[in-house]
């Protein structure tokens, strides 16, 4: 009988920016445990997956959990390729010093549950550019030009594009570092079209729990008061923005924080 394939994942550490091995994380679908063949590079392949749309929770005590729907296609019409970027929970062993920050988020004095947001790391500078006349929307590759060292960009890696219109702006998932004449592949096309000159920042995505309450931590901070941007979707396809200062390389406790 012959083997399809029907999703892979690449799972990856994101604050060491490593990949994952088989026995650091466990993934359930419906509830039950599966064990997905592995291959070197953090990648987790489930085979013979029936058909339509399924829900895998992947789960770590080291990193913060996180829920992955993906519509699986029938036999031998391919398959799904998803990236995972795990962020640490607060018993992650980081060995040494680190900046974290715990808090809830609030909206009109309610806790926001379940609740995706971004923070704009590092000084939040941009480090990318749209290199072409017009990206258009539905594109799979973006060509870019990096305004930093590419060493200094992580892939796979989340971005911000900041379109002058700001219901434009989106967040894309880059999988690797140029593949050729500048030319960045991403998992999914983009939603918008973009034009040259418009320039990327890195995010970090992170959810909240059933509370409202949300812990992160951000490598490679300095010692010092830092700013960082909040920044939730609406429902109107613009973004809530909110800047909080916090202190480097220090644990910050944040009170409610109102957006």
């Known amino acids: 009988m012959e083997t399809h394939i029907s999703v892979i994942f ?27 063949l592995y291959k070197p590079g953090g990648y987790f392949i489930f085979t013979d997956l029936a058909p339509g749309m399924i829900s895998f929770e992947v789960g770590s005590p080291a990193f913060q959990k996180e829920i992955v729907k993906a519509n ?12 995972l970027l795990l962020n640490p929970s607060q018993i992650y062993p980081f060995g040494g010093d680190v ?30 550019k749209v290199a072409e006349d017009k990206a258009e929307a539905g594109n799979n590759h973006l060509k870019l ?5 590419e060493a ?3 892939f796979p890696g989340k971005y911000l594009i900041k379109d002058k219109d700001e219901a434009k702006r ?10 050729k004449d500048g030319m960045y592949p ?15 920042v890195e995010v970090i995505e992170y959810t909240t729990s059933d509370d409202g309450s949300f812990f992160f931590a951000l490598p490679d901070l300095k010692n010092g008061r830092v700013s960082l941007d909040f920044i939730i979707k609406a429902e109107d ?14 644990r910050n406790i944040l009170t409610d924080l109102e957006i």
């Open 186 to 200: 991403l998992e999914k096309g983009l939603k918008f079209s973009h034009l040259r000159a418009t320039a990327l």
């Open 237 to 250: 396809g613009k973004s809530l923005v909110k800047t909080i200062g916090i202190e480097g390389n220090q």
């Open 72 to 83: 699986i296609p029938a036999a031998g019409k391919g398959y799904v390729m998803s990236h």
């Open 99 to 128: 900046t974290t920050v715990t808090g809830k988020i609030t909206r009109k004095k309610l806790p926001c549950a379940n609740q995706h947001f971004y923070i704009i790391p590092s000084h939040g500078g941009e480090v990318m």
């Open 152 to 154: 200094q960009l992580t």
């Open 170 to 179: 989106e967040v894309c998932l880059i999988t690797q570092g140029g593949v």
């Open 10 to 36: 690449k799972i990856m550490d994101r604050f060491r920016k490593r990949p994952l091995l088989g026995s650091e994380v466990s993934i359930s679908v419906s509830n039950q445990i599966w064990r997905p």
């Open 145 to 149: 030009f990096a305004a930093v060292p």
